[in-house]
Structures are given as structure tokens and as C-alpha cells.
């Protein structure tokens, strides 16, 4: 994590050398392992993940332990160095659970503490990339508010931290990447507890999703037994820290698929000739790309001070992460929504990937809070009470 001094409050917001090189391992990587073709074949197959990339960026590059301590098997890192993933990740649709399991998840455990106990060992595997963890909670939850669907059974309410408890119920969805999680970490009115996701009791019933590159599942509990982590009132807030960092670091990948589609779509209107000049010179074109530039540019600007002040602990957290979200959502969408269309017939096709990003960006605009949503805890942070 990022050390800041007294002199030097204000948000950090270029990237470090570390952060530079962290970018390009995980750029090469998914250069060689996760180009479109690649993205689109595993959308049209039974298992959404490619196992063998998962592996080498969690393991092999170390990105799934960046929030964990080292102590715990992790990188020791912070959120800076995860949003450099997510912006990656965002470059390239790429199907992984990174912000369900390494952000979401992992974030909402470290809130519970402990150096060892169940906490200790989840963090661990999750760190080293061996297991993976879900929050089960809607892809679309702002707040733990929202949360509040399963339940224990009564009689078996409120054990001690860490004992096995029987009779889990409730149904929840979607729930992203739920399909493929090995963990899935339920919230009740009782506390937080751990559920294999392979135990009796657990049904997963994967939905149709719009991004085929993040699939969302519906979660059935029916007496399953987990193990209880924390007591209600530390889990609300550890489940409020899960879902802050998830919106925070979720506009970073936000900012990535931003800027592939502006990259990809000036190249090709460079390329792409009529009337005997490049479509590109023509000045209606070149406003429009113009303004999806200083969009991008925004946008970077608010993803980074989002991640510099969850990474830095900051008490502006949640308004920087706010300000991301409600402006990020809508620069990702309108960049796909012109990649699509400055592409002509070719971005309407499914062998172009274009359709991808619009759909991930589509899909993120709802995730972890709208941008309406965003722009309401705006108001409330600034004491701006609507008209």
C-alpha cells in the first residue's frame, strides 16, 4: 500500500513504476492468452473460465493475493495495484473472477481481522489463486441494505465465530461468477458465514446473462451448512467495505474498456477509407472521437483518486468512489456505444468484439450501484438535498 505523508495529502494519481511493470506482465499475459477469439469461443462454451489463465494471472503473476498481506500468502499491494489489473482486465473483457474473488470477496474478509482460524486459511487460498470466493449478494448491491435474503434456521442462530452451523436457507441472484465459485459467502441477519459451494444444500442455477464474459447464477440454500465468520454487526460493515472497493476498483475496469474502444475505434476509422479519404478525417467523426478522448481522460482522473483513496484509507473513500462510478459508467457504455457504431456493419457482427465490450460495459453500469445511485451518495456526502 501506498505510504503518504502529511505534506502530501492530496490524491496520487500517475502511476508508479511498479504499477507500470505490474501493467505490462499482466498486459503480456493476456496478449498471449486472451485475445478476442479466444474471449469469444470460451462465451460459446459450457465453462466461461479458461482455467490455465486463471492460474498464470493469479498464480503465476501473483494478482489474486495483491490485498492480502504477505503474512497471509498475499502480495502485501493495495488497491492502486489492483485497479492496474482491473484496467487490464477491462482492455480485455477478459473472463476471470478478479473483482468477485480477489476484490470483493478477499476485501470483505479482510475487514473481519484474524490472524489465523477460518478467516486466515479462506484468505490464504484465495491469495494463492487455489480457491475462489463470491460475496452472495446481487451483482446490482450498493449497500448491505439490499442483502438480507438468506436466513439460519432457528435454534442453530448466532454460534460462537468459526463453528459449523446446519440449516442455511434462502434464494439470492444474480449473483456474478457464482457458477464457478468454490466459496460463497453468505450474509444473514445473524453474521457472515462461509459455504462450500459444492456442499449438500447448495444449488446454483446459472442464468441467462447479457455479458456472456461475467455470468451471473442464482443461489439456493436449502439447511446448508457453513461456518459462521463473524458476528451481524461486523459483517455489515465488512460486507459495506466488500462492496465499496468492488464499486471503486470496478470503475478502473471501466476506464480499460473506455480506452480500447477509443483506441480500436480511431484506428480503424484511420484505416477505413470512402470517397477516396480515411472516414476518420471526416469532422463530424473526428468531434465525436474528440469527445469520447476528454471522457476517457476524465475518467481515468476519477478511477485513480477512487483507487488512491480506498488503497490510502482515506474518509473520502466513498465519495471518490461515488464520483468514479457515476461518471466512469457512462463514459464505458458511450465508448462501446461508438466503437459499435463508428465500426459500421463489421461492429455489428459477432466475430468482432466490440459486441463484448458494450456488454460488459452495459452490465457494469448496473453493477454494485447505477450511476443514479452514485450521484444520490454524492448528494448526501455534499449535503446537496435534491430540489
Known amino acids: 500500500m501506498t505510504a503518504r505523508t502529511e505534506e502530501s495529502q492530496a490524491p496520487d494519481l500517475l502511476y508508479s513504476e511498479a504499477e507500470e511493470d505490474l501493467r505490462?506482465?499482466?498486459?503480456?499475459?493476456?496478449?498471449?492468452?486472451?485475445d478476442a477469439p479466444a474471449v469469444i469461443a470460451r462465451t460459446e462454451s459450457a465453462t466461461p473460465y479458461e482455467p490455465e489463465l486463471w492460474k498464470a494471472l493469479a498464480t503465476g503473476i501473483g494478482a489474486a493475493g495483491l490485498l492480502v498481506p504477505e503474512k497471509l500468502g498475499?502480495?502485501?499491494?493495495?488497491?492502486?495495484?489492483?485497479?492496474?489489473?482491473?484496467e487490464e482486465l477491462g482492455r480485455r473483457v477478459a473472463p476471470v473472477p478478479y473483482l468477485t474473488s480477489s476484490v470483493v470477496a478477499t476485501r470483505t474478509l479482510l475487514v473481519l481481522g484474524g490472524q489465523d482460524g477460518p478467516v486466515a486459511a479462506l484468505l490464504t487460498e484465495l491469495a494463492t489463486g487455489r480457491r475462489t470466493a463470491v460475496l452472495a449478494v446481487p451483482f446490482s448491491a450498493a449497500a448491505p441494505e439490499t442483502t438480507a435474503a438468506f436466513s439460519a434456521?432457528?435454534?442453530?442462530?448466532?454460534?460462537?465465530?468459526?463453528?459449523?452451523l446446519a440449516a442455511l436457507?434462502?434464494?439470492?441472484?444474480?449473483?456474478?461468477?457464482?457458477?464457478?465459485?468454490?466459496?460463497?459467502?453468505v450474509p444473514t441477519a445473524d453474521g457472515l458465514y462461509a459455504v462450500d459451494a459444492d456442499a449438500p444444500g447448495v444449488a446454483v442455477e446459472p442464468l441467462v446473462a447479457l455479458d456472456l464474459t461475467r455470468p451471473l447464477a442464482t443461489v439456493t440454500l436449502t439447511g446448508a451448512t457453513g461456518t459462521r465468520l463473524a458476528d451481524a454487526g461486523t459483517a455489515r460493515e465488512a460486507v459495506r467495505a466488500g462492496l465499496l472497493s468492488g464499486a471503486g476498483?470496478?470503475?478502473?475496469e471501466q476506464l480499460g474498456i473506455a480506452e480500447w474502444c477509443l483506441t480500436e475505434t480511431v484506428g480503424y476509422t484511420r484505416e477505413r477509407r470512402q470517397f477516396n479519404r480515411p472516414v476518420g478525417s471526416f469532422q463530424s467523426l473526428k468531434h465525436r472521437m474528440a469527445q469520447l478522448w476528454l471522457e476517457v481522460v476524465s475518467a481515468r482522473a476519477a478511477a485513480r483518486n477512487a483507487a488512491d483513496a480506498l488503497a490510502t484509507g482515506s474518509p473520502d473513500a466513498p465519495l471518490a468512489v461515488a464520483v468514479a462510478q457515476a461518471y466512469c459508467s457512462k463514459v464505458a457504455?458511450?465508448?462501446a456505444e461508438e466503437c459499435v457504431q463508428l465500426h459500421g456493419g463489421i461492429g455489428m457482427t459477432w466475430e468482432h468484439p466490440a459486441h463484448l465490450y458494450l456488454k460488459r460495459a452495459k452490465a457494469d453500469s448496473i453493477a454494485y450501484g447505477t450511476a443514479g445511485r452514485h450521484?444520490?451518495?454524492?448528494?448526501e456526502l455534499m449535503e446537496l438535498p435534491a430540489p
Open 375 to 379: 450521484r444520490e451518495t454524492v448528494a
Open 169 to 185: 436457507d434462502g434464494t439470492l441472484g444474480p449473483i456474478a461468477d457464482a457458477a464457478s465459485a468454490d466459496v460463497l459467502l
Open 333 to 335: 457504455v458511450h465508448a
Open 249 to 252: 476498483l470496478l470503475a478502473s
Open 153 to 164: 434456521a432457528p435454534g442453530n442462530a448466532a454460534p460462537d465465530a468459526g463453528t459449523p
Open 24 to 34: 505490462a506482465a499482466v498486459r503480456s499475459l493476456l496478449d498471449a492468452r486472451c
Open 74 to 86: 498475499g502480495q502485501g499491494a493495495g488497491h492502486r495495484e489492483a485497479a492496474v489489473v482491473m
